[in-house]
């Protein structure tokens, strides 16, 4: 019987997680296993950047200057609280065609919480972001990455597409401009290898406060788009990828 066999497959696979895969089936971006998430296309010259932990009126306001400079359009994951204390910064996003997305309400690490709580975080910042900007927002990327299958079936429920990335900048170690940069350019040389666009994992802000600096990510940035101009390379936001 199919559902014998299914049943036995899903049995496997659970003694696999115990054994130790768990961790990294939650945590590692790229993981399907616990439910379809969107990362990027087959066209590698597409990019999105993506900007988790804003809005911070440390770096947002510089970031979105050195994005209109270059004519470039990114995706931002937003925490409601903090679109909350800053919704005039929350707006400008909005208003300058980028596309904004959901980062729960206050950062929670939503694989170790009880349903009721993710589903609250959710509806919460949706309902923030949604009130500041009038407009419905369609994507949400899970806090440290963090998902379980209620966590993505919450989202569902809630019209969100959950997003991963498939390029990391580390930009919350003190690296440096170069040092972001270099990790950026890496992953998206392998992506490029594959034949897969890029999805960059960046932040305009961190989560435990409003006003933590991210200078060295606006200005890597700014290079990595001083250096594709003129390329094959297109950015987009990850509403491109659906
Ligand atoms: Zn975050």
Not at 1 to 27: D, E, K, N
Not at 130 to 147: C, L, M, N, Q, S
């Amino acid at each position: 019987m199919p559902g014998t066999i299914a049943g036995a497959a899903a049995g496997v696979a659970a003694l696999g997680l115990v054994a130790g895969g768990f961790a990294y089936a939650s945590l590692w971006p790229t993981s399907q296993i616990f439910g379809r998430t969107l990362i990027a296309g087959r066209d590698s010259g597409q990019i999105a950047l993506t900007f988790d932990d804003g809005p911070n009126d440390a770096a947002t306001p510089q970031l979105l200057e050195a994005l209109a400079r270059h004519g470039v359009r990114a995706t931002f994951f937003e925490m409601g609280s903090f679109a909350r204390q800053r919704p005039e910064i929350a707006r400008e996003v909005v208003a300058a065609g980028h596309l904004l997305g959901n980062h729960t309400m206050s950062h929670p690490r939503l694989s170790i919480e009880p349903a009721a709580r993710v589903l609250q975080e959710l509806r919460d910042c949706n309902a923030v972001l949604e009130d500041i900007t009038g407009a419905a927002v369609r994507y949400f990327r899970p806090p440290f990455g963090a998902r379980r299958p209620y966590v993505l079936r919450a989202a569902r429920e809630l019209g969100l597409t959950p997003v991963m990335w498939n390029v990391t900048g580390y930009d919350w170690d003190p690296i440096g401009v170069e040092g972001i940069l270099t990790n950026l350019e890496r992953g998206i040389a392998r992506n490029r290898g594959r034949g897969r666009g890029s999805n960059l994992l960046l932040h305009d802000g961190g989560h435990r406060g409003m006003g933590v600096t991210r200078m060295d990510t606006v200005r890597a940035v700014d290079r990595l788009l001083t250096e594709q101009a003129g390329t094959v390379t297109r950015f987009v936001t990850v509403d491109a990828w659906k």
